[in-house]
């Protein structure tokens, strides 16, 4: 199965997962992508060769992206209809984080997947697929320093598209 | 790809800084651009932006769980997978376990013989098999001559296809010891002679030459052979394969237990990051710490006393803290009644076949200096045997010398001189118990000897008499110590430097344990001390600690006393507090409901201690955002108050800054500030302007004001908005100083009224300030109460705010410049 194919099944089960996880959760929790890519990795019944893995590490990503993106989309209407709000609590005080740059950031890596679809892939496993460096490297095929260049560009890249928009 | 430099010209961007990257210099590299970059000025002011991100930290990008660091290996899963046959000949058939080290299978090896095996898959950074097994090879030949049955043998060792180490040993179908004498009820003497076993296997190895350095009950199987049990030590010599592994600091962290030892089995010797001096003597440390659950189904560092502390402080802890009795430790568990259930027995009866001999078994394994353990595992075994045939064993109780010796040890030089009026009280006390302990000892000689009858008696009261009199004066002494820790409490002193305290804190923590170590005297007289003690520990911030002496008085009382008596009571209002003060607020509302409603029948509706009561458990239910059920509540006590101890007296006065509290959390800011306005004045009149106090009302007073500022930008009065914040500032800014001097830089109190000033600072914009600051609260309260307490969440939420808040306020004038410059990335606008 191609990335592609996989990608329903596997955004199902992240997303019983999560909403799982954040039932038990504090409000505000963010959720552990490492973990739960691990966790619907063994639900699905764990395929045996290394291309399938790395396949089902594709699709695992993007699908965390989507839940991570869509969860803050509906947080922040939520949000919209009293502009930012403070807590009170008499020792501590609470601000809720911005899902704002969430949102954000999912549209800047869609512009820099225009430019540079292997560099936006990597970014994508490490920061919502929750893979090392090391281990997007596998994944992907390329050597270790090859990530290291590529990540530190998508970075930069991102941090100024981000700022300039 | 970013080989090819300099000849491809022009260098697409990703080669281009790639390359730029990889130049250290500052200087060469703006060269390197200027050439390549020569006649395209748009790329070179583009690579100036790229660059300059790249050296800059960025809030969302590198957050600061990067990497997963909490989240398990990927790589296995990689690897890992029914079916999956490694090494060409161990099929995986299904997992057994997972742990920090790696994951164990239950594998079934096809060649030379089929047979079902336990293959342990180890993770490891890439490059470091070689280190484990190079290690590993070293102790191969030793673990190859072990035979014993009662040790599980290693049948292979060797690299997966991926390049991970590998263990395959003899499968083992049994359950960890500790479960195994729980669901078959074993009794004591059952678990004894299990546990002798146990020792001799241990002893097996230690002769071969093999030291295992992580025996703990889930390394102990026991497997039922025609019904009776049979205890196989698994793992010898793995953990020395992993000592010293170059783990990267995440790996460290969270398999910590697997890489060093199981913080709550580890010898003190082998608590530190460097511990090259292990010897077999750590085996024993860790068996006397197996035998300390068989009896008590606790280990001497609680599960929950380890996850609550920070790594250094952990190896502090497993180096430092004396171990309780096991005896002591029955008879303050709270889960008594089950404990003894599963080892068929009453807990009284429990209680008095561990205390004495097995106590002190036990401690002599557990000694802190190895060389005051047993000397090898069949002598630790031989001990036990001798309990058990009622014959009189070599380890005895703790000498007063030693104690005191061990104290002094303990403590560093510069606390040595405040500990000495203690130190003196405490030899009084324990000269009172050895005194009882002699003077029981003697009695029981009068009644084996019968042939000089009269004159043991003779010898007997004259102790005992000796005895009791010491006992009076060890009562005196309880008094005195009471007193002197009553006057700790930072409430009650005017003016106190922060070392002070530091001293004060261990002396405390120090008469905890010595309390609990030596049986003194009488059992409610240590009740009442405990009493003291914790309310000292949490006026000083230690609720954790409070919470364990609190326990420990209340189940004194409970069974002396009597549930519904009123010191009962007083102690069960004290741990209720303890909880709350500690997060746990599960465990203190109900506490908080069951106090109040015992109090209202025993002591009648009006009596201080019930309005106590209630004001307490108003104010969990105000913790709890019940805002609806806590301000009818607080009325309540506020009037109740306000008729019996008068409108000025310091209890109505707290019920009236709680009531305003719940007003301004309710939303009824305008009847909040009034409130908290009569308080603050009452209290400024009443107890002066630096009482913590009157600063607790200045800043409740503050929190209303920015609550206040809120509502009025809300409402569009912006005026109204900015003087309220300004005010909020200021009060929380004299809040803050006077806390830090009286409290100290890292009370819980201080560091909440950091939170909140820096949140004001937030809010009237001031956002560098806000950021250093929350920075500072957020490096202060995980170095004391840890990552994971709920206190820490909200401020490391509210720092990543300001940042944001931070960056968008410093990128907004570029916006502008760059905006007129490049028109074409112009976004295309919401969608």
């Known amino acids: 199965m191609t990335p592609g194919e996989l990608l329903p099944q596997v955004y199902d089960e992240l997303r019983k997962l999560a909403a799982a996880k954040l039932a038990h959760e504090k ?27 790395c396949d089902y590490l594709k699709a695992a990503a993007l699908a965390m992206r989507r839940i991570l993106v869509d969860r803050a989309r509906a947080r922040n209407a939520a949000k919209r209809g009293g502009g930012r709000r403070v807590d009170l609590e008499s020792r501590h005080l609470v601000v809720p984080p911005p899902d704002e740059e969430l949102e954000a950031l999912d549209e800047a890596l869609s512009k820099l997947a225009l430019e540079h679809p292997h560099v936006a892939g990597l970014v994508q496993l490490r920061f919502f697929g929750g893979l090392t460096l090391a281990q997007s490297a596998a994944v992907l095929e390329i050597s270790e320093r090859t990530a ?18 | 790809m970013p080989a090819r430099l300099a000849k491809i010209k022009p260098m697409n961007e990703l080669d281009l800084f790639a390359a730029a990257v990889a130049v250290a210099d500052r200087d060469q590299r703006e060269a390197l651009l200027n050439r390549e970059c020569a006649g395209l000025p748009d790329l070179r002011s583009r690579m100036g932006r790229l660059l300059e991100a790249h050296f800059a930290s960025h809030p969302l990008l590198d957050p600061p769980a990067a990497d997963g660091a909490r989240a398990p290996p990927i790589d296995g899963i990689l690897l890992e997978a029914a079916g999956a046959v490694i090494s060409g000949k161990y099929k995986l058939l299904e997992r057994l376990g997972e742990g920090g080290m790696g994951s164990v299978w239950m594998a079934e090896q096809t060649e030379p013989i089929r047979r079902k095996v336990a293959a342990k898959l180890i993770r490891v950074e890439r490059g470091q098999s070689h280190a484990i097994l190079a290690r590993f090879d070293a102790e191969r030949q030793a673990i190859a001559l072990m035979d014993h049955p009662h040790i599980a043998r290693l049948l292979d060792a060797g690299t997966t296809e991926t390049g991970s180490p590998f263990f395959v040993m003899e499968l083992v179908k049994g359950v960890p010891l500790t479960d195994y004498c729980d669901t078959h009820k074993l009794s004591i003497p059952q678990r004894l002679c299990l546990f002798i076993q146990i020792c001799l296997a241990v002893q097996h190895a230690h002769q071969k030459g093999i030291i295992h350095r992580d025996l703990k009950p889930t390394n102990i199987l026991v497997e039922s052979h025609d019904g009776k049990p049979v205890p196989k030590v698994i793992d010898f010599g793995l953990a020395k394969a992993a000592t010293g592994l170059k783990l990267s600091e995440r790996t460290l962290y969270t398999s910590f237990g697997s890489v060093i030892g199981t913080p709550q089995y580890m010898a003190p010797e082998q608590a530190s990051f460097n511990a090259l001096d292990v010897d077999t003597r750590a085996d024993i440390y860790a068996l006397g710490v197996v ?128 500990s000495l009026v203690l130190l003196a009280l405490l030899a009084g006390v324990i000269g009172t118990t050895l005194g009882l302990l002699a003077a029981n000892r003697a009695t029981d000689a ?32 309880n008094l005195i110590l009471g007193s002197v820790f009553a006057g700790l409490d930072p409430k009650k002193i005017a003016e106190s430097g922060r070392p002070l305290q530091d001293v004060l804190r261990q002396n405390l923590t120090q008469a905890v344990r010595e309390l609990e170590g030596s049986a003194l005297g009488d059992p409610l007289e240590v009740a009442a001390m405990q009493n003291t003690l914790g309310n000292s520990l949490l006026g000083l911030g230690e609720a954790a600690l409070a919470i364990e002496v609190f326990e420990r008085a209340r189940g004194t009382r409970t069974a002396r006393l009597g549930p519904d008596h009123p010191d009962t009571l007083v102690t069960m209002n004290h741990l209720a507090r303890a909880y709350q003060l500690n997060g746990q607020l599960a465990k203190s509302r109900p506490l908080f409901e069951e106090t109040l409603a015992k109090r209202k029948t025993t002591l009648g509706p009006n009596h201080p201690d019930t309005l106590e009561s209630m004001d307490n458990l108003a104010w969990a239910l105000h913790g709890s955002h019940e805002f609806a059920k806590a301000v009818p509540l607080f009325e309540e006590t506020l009037e109740k108050r306000k008729a019996t101890l008068g409108t000025g007296h310091s209890d109505t006065l707290s019920t009236m800054g709680h009531l305003a509290a719940a007003y301004a959390l309710n939303g009824q800011i305008a009847r909040a500030v009034p409130l908290y306005k009569e308080t603050l004045e009452k209290r400024k ?42 005010e909020a500032a200021r009060l929380y800014e004299e809040v803050l100083q006077k806390k830090k001097a009286r409290l100290g830089p890292d009370h819980p109190s201080t560091l909440g009224g950091m939170n909140n000033l820096a949140l004001a600072y937030m809010a009237s914009g001031q956002l560098a300030k806000s950021v250093a600051l929350f920075e500072e609260v957020l490096r202060m309260q995980e170095a004391k109460l840890g990552p994971d307490h709920p206190q820490t969440m909200p401020v490391k939420e509210n720092l990543a705010t300001a940042r944001l808040m931070e960056s968008k306020e410093r990128d907004a004038p570029e916006l502008g410049t760059q905006g007129s410059q490049a028109p074409a990335t112009q976004p295309t606008g919401e969608q």
């Open chain 2, 685 to 726: 009149a009443a107890l002066g302007p630096d009482h913590p106090d009157t600063l607790e009302s200045m800043d409740d007073l503050a929190t209303a004001h920015m609550a206040g500022s809120q509502l009025a930008m809300a409402g569009g009065r912006v005026a109204d908005a900015n003087s309220q914040l300004t």
């Open chain 1, 27 to 53: 409000p505000g929790q963010t959720l552990d992508a490492t973990a739960l890519v691990h966790e619907a990795f063994l639900k699905l019944g764990g395929d045996r060769s290394f291309a399938s893995k």
């Open chain 1, 148 to 165: 290291d260049s590529w990540w530190a560009y998508g970075r930069a890249w991102l941090s100024v598209n981000l700022k300039e928009n």
């Open chain 2, 446 to 477: 009068e009644r084996t000897a019968k042939n000089n009858a009269l004159e043991q008696e003779r010898l007997a009261e004259a102790k005992r008499r000796e005895a009791e009199r010491n006992l009076e004066l060890a009562k005196k002494g």
């Open chain 2, 291 to 418: 035998l300390y659950e068989l009896l008590t189904g606790t280990t001497p560092l609680t599960r929950a006393m380890i996850k609550e502390t920070q790594l250094d402080e952990m190896l502090k802890l497993i180096r430092e803290q004396e171990a309780p009795t096991p005896s002591s430790r029955l008879s303050s568990s709270e889960s008594q009644p089950s404990v003894a259930a599963n080892r068929k027995m009453e807990p009284a009866r429990l209680g008095r076949l561990v205390r004495g001999e097995l106590d002190w078994i036990v401690l002599k394994a557990l000694s802190k200096e190895r060389e005051r353990r047993y000397e090898t595992a069949s002598s630790f075994a031989r001990d036990v045997e001798r309990f058990l045939n009622q014959e009189a064993v070599t380890a005895g109780p703790p000498t007063a010398a030693y104690r005191l010796q061990k104290f002094v040890r303990r403590h560093r030089p510069q606390a040595i001189a405040a």
